[in-house]
């Protein structure tokens, strides 16, 4: 799963600077997409800065016990995701249709 600059430092309560300077200084690496925004894996940010536990994981945690669909997100993000994974395994499996 890929995170904008900006999703990376809302979920980490971080700033956005300081997650550019951590790609310049090469502690965090990063890709760029199709549209030429930077994006971060998860798997990247939770390398570098652990499993998100601060105000804004709390708060989705909260949400998430909330509300019945667990709107948060971070869950619109996975949703997203998925859509599109599962889109792109569905033209896949297109091409292999007698």
């Known amino acids: 799963m890929q995170l904008t600059i900006t999703e990376a430092a809302k979920l980490y309560g971080k700033q956005r600077k300081t997650l550019y300077r951590h790609i310049s200084a090469g ?58 994974i599962n889109r792109h395994q569905s033209e896949q499996l297109e091409g292999w249709r007698p």
Request: glycine share 8%; charged share 30%; aromatic share 4%.
């Open 27 to 84: 502690r965090l690496s990063c890709s760029v997409r199709g549209d030429g925004h930077r994006v971060i894996d998860l798997s990247e940010l939770i390398r570098c800065y652990g499993e998100p536990t601060g105000e804004a994981a709390a708060s989705d945690t909260e949400k998430t016990r909330d509300s019945p669909q667990g709107d948060t997100p971070l869950t619109h993000f996975l949703v997203a995701e998925l859509v599109a």
